[in-house]
């Protein structure tokens, strides 16, 4: 094997930082458009995404497609088998994420914004713990849904995963820009997001508009939780936690509120932390992608596609 | 007015819900805490029952119950039957602390067992040292376990020698001269034996062409991966855990990284393989005992424990079952089940015979034992070499 090449290096590191940073993505647009909304960081949205993860394993176990003898090797996952397990998964994480709206937030809607956002976060604690009763601690294996296949182009490698976790990320993003501004539902949400009062004396439902906001971030949450599933097939009830952190940093880096800003603070905060551990040390990536970030923010405080005027999404 | 009462209230109740699920962990670890009786001995347990290496725990306090079920099924300790208190520590070094203030204090044991990772080890080993009660680690291999005190011992091998076996192992037998390291920086265990492989490949002749860390609860590996494929080494030797081994090993193979991995006694666990799929395939780790062993202690134990358990046992239920039977050798060898008595016995160990080897506690309380080499075939290990503490240096 010949050197590896700087430059080939080097865009190694940005083509691993693509695919991390689609995930942060698809996971920050979950925090932005709960805030766009409501105003408030949906701090269990992390727990969503590994509840996503959980429940397409529950359905591939049931499906008898995990193997019983630990010494024996997971069989791969056929295709249609695959997309209906994602659907269910998405399915049963809507539903979460409207149960926990409606019994968490939707009381204290209107207690001011430190309330929810409290309950945000013991919903997101009972969730890990609870998973952690639940689920057991040990981490379980993915079933395989996809065999692993690597592409080289020049030198830089791309595993089919990481390919199926941006390019899914896209399309997801696009669909959702669009819903959001083409469609009926979608603008009763951009209305509820710049004045939920008018909103509602305009005959707006704001009680199924926030529901089905809560439904949508939940549904790409899942959707996130089985992609990182595929690329890192070992799912513990705490996978949530580091995510879920990048993506909020992710989501008011890019612009809170904001899509594409959320996909644009993802992708920057993971080819940062790639670029970082490619050209310094990898356990430092963390600390100077977040120094990065801090920057940004102190010159544009909103984000970077964040508007400093009061309307979202 | 109210809707701030219903706020409290709402806040109490997640309170409790959560206090309630905490607490239900908590309940499971600890056994009856009856007051000492003087027909007992009380041995105070502390491992991993939960959290990401819940597996080293449960495996571990597998081989402590069955030890502990034949001496007392044969009797106990002369006449004094065993009586096991067992604590979770969480997976968190910070939690072993905090139970061992509590077995040392409101249990009141003779003599402890734990824990498997070095670093609630050390954590746990000034708080035993400080009560006068001797603490026995199955299975943490870190130097700086046993400098805790002169209460603490342990029954395994040692990272600096686990760490030059290793070294060892890949420069002389298979022959490998650029090797490449990938630890887990906040990691006492991953650490050490990073830094012992390090220093005694470099004394063997051999060089490290990449050195790679990373921090916290990672579970993927990419840029790691990255910055040692492009430095093209024979060997890399990861010495972590099995939870992260393998999500390492798939990231190696995604980006055509075909060198072997080589590791330490963390891979060990009867989910690796699987973890793993087949990218662990021709790849190497120390182990403490040969399971294939004519021995008849050791073919006795594992009939024993598939009976027990109906699984396969590792090598930290054989430590954990080393450990007991010579907390019971210390109490024959001191003359009772006094924690001094005990902590005088466990230093005049000599010649033990174990499941794990037959090994003796030097003065620095540390177990002096050979390490066997295990290649991953298939779902299958198989022994490589034997390599003797003398082999080394």
Not at chain 2, 54 to 60: H, I, L, P, S, V
Request: hydrophobic share 45%; charged share 20%.
């Amino acid at each position: 094997m010949a050197e590896v090449s700087l430059t080939t290096e080097l865009l190694q590191y940005v083509a691993n930082g693509i695919a991390k940073g689609s995930t942060y993505a698809l996971m920050a647009v979950g925090y932005t458009l709960v805030y766009g909304v409501l105003q408030l960081i949906n701090f269990a949205h992390a727990e969503v995404y590994m509840l996503g993860s959980y429940f397409a394993w529950f359905q591939a176990k049931w499906a008898g497609y995990l193997p019983d003898d630990k010494g024996a090797r997971a069989e791969t996952v056929p295709i249609g088998m695959v997309a209906l397990f994602v659907a269910g998964a998405m399915a049963a994480c809507a539903l979460v994420g409207m149960l926990i709206e409606r019994v968490a937030y939707r009381p204290l809607r209107g207690a001011g914004r430190l309330a929810p956002l409290i309950t945000a976060i013991g919903v997101s604690l009972l969730l890990q713990y609870g998973g952690q009763v639940v689920f057991g601690t040990e981490p379980k294996l993915f079933p395989t849904f996809a065999e692993t296949r690597v592409y080289d182009v020049g030198g830089v490698k791309f595993p089919n995963t990481n390919i199926y976790i941006v390019l899914t990320s896209v399309v997801l993003m696009l669909g959702l820009t669009l819903f959001v501004n083409k469609t009926r539902p979608g603008a009763a949400m951009r209305a509820c997001s710049h004045d939920m009062r008018t909103a509602r004396l305009m005959g707006v439902n704001v009680n199924a508009t926030v529901s089905l906001t809560f439904a949508i971030g939940s549904a790409l949450a899942a959707v996130a939780g089985v992609l990182v599933a595929m690329d890192q097939p070992a799912i513990t009830p705490l996978m949530g936690v580091r995510i879920g952190l990048k993506a909020f940093v992710a989501a008011v880096v890019g612009g809170i509120g904001s899509i594409p800003g959320a996909a644009l603070g993802g992708l920057l905060l993971g080819v940062s932390e790639s670029v970082v551990s490619g050209l310094w040390k990898p356990v430092y990536s963390e600390a100077v992608a977040f120094v990065f970030l801090i920057v940004v923010l102190l010159v544009k405080p909103s984000g970077i596609l964040g508007k400093s005027v009061r309307e979202k999404v | 007015m109210r809707k701030a009462l219903s706020l409290l209230a709402l806040l109490a109740l997640l309170a409790v819900a959560s206090v309630a699920l905490l607490g239900g962990c908590k309940d499971k670890g600890g056994d009856n805490a009856a007051a000492t009786e003087s027909g007992e001995i009380k041995i105070g347990v502390f491992l991993s029952l939960s959290g990401k290496n819940a597996d080293f725990g449960k495996t571990t306090k597998n081989g402590i119950d069955l030890a502990v079920e034949e001496i007392n099924a044969s009797g106990g300790i002369g006449g004094k039957k065993i009586v096991l208190v067992s604590k979770d520590t969480r997976s968190k070094p910070e939690e072993a602390q905090t139970v061992a203030k509590a077995l040392a204090t409101a249990d009141k044991v003779a003599v402890a067992i734990g824990s498997v990772e070095s670093g609630q080890s050390i954590k746990a080993a000034p708080v035993f040292q400080e009560a006068g009660i001797p603490m026995v680690s199955p299975s943490s291999t870190n130097p700086d376990v046993t400098k805790q005190g002169d209460r603490i011992f342990r029954v395994c091998y040692l990272d600096d020698f686990q760490g030059q076996a290793c070294a060892a192992f890949a420069f002389k037998d298979l022959g490998f001269k650029k090797a490449a390291i990938i630890f887990a920086q906040d990691d006492d265990y991953s650490k050490g034996l990073a830094e012992f492989f390090r220093s005694s490949f470099k004394a063997l002749g051999g060089t490290i062409v990449e050195d790679v860390a990373f921090q916290g609860e990672v579970s993927e590996f990419k840029d790691q991966v990255s910055k040692i494929a492009a430095a093209n080494p024979e060997v890399i030797f990861a010495p972590v855990y099995y939870g992260s081994i393998g999500l390492i090993a798939r990231d190696f193979r995604k980006q055509g990284v075909k060198a072997p991995l080589l590791g330490g006694d963390g891979w060990e666990s009867p989910q690796l393989i699987q973890l793993a799929g087949e990218t662990l395939e021709g790849c190497y780790f120390g182990y403490h005992y040969d399971p294939d062993d004519k021995d008849e202690k050791v073919q006795g134990y594992l009939k024993a424990y598939k009976a027990k358990f109906n699984t396969e046992p590792n090598s930290l239920s054989a430590l954990g079952y080393d450990a007991v039977y010579a907390i019971k050798k210390a109490i024959e060898l001191g003359g009772g089940a006094s924690s001094d008595q005990i902590t005088e016995g466990l230093r005049k160990v000599v010649d033990f015979h174990g499941v794990t080897g037959t090994f003796s506690i030097d003065q620095n309380r540390n177990a002096k034992k050979p390490i066997t080499m295990l290649k991953i075939g298939g779902t299958n290990l198989s022994k490589v070499k034997v390599i003797q503490p003398s082999d080394v240096k």
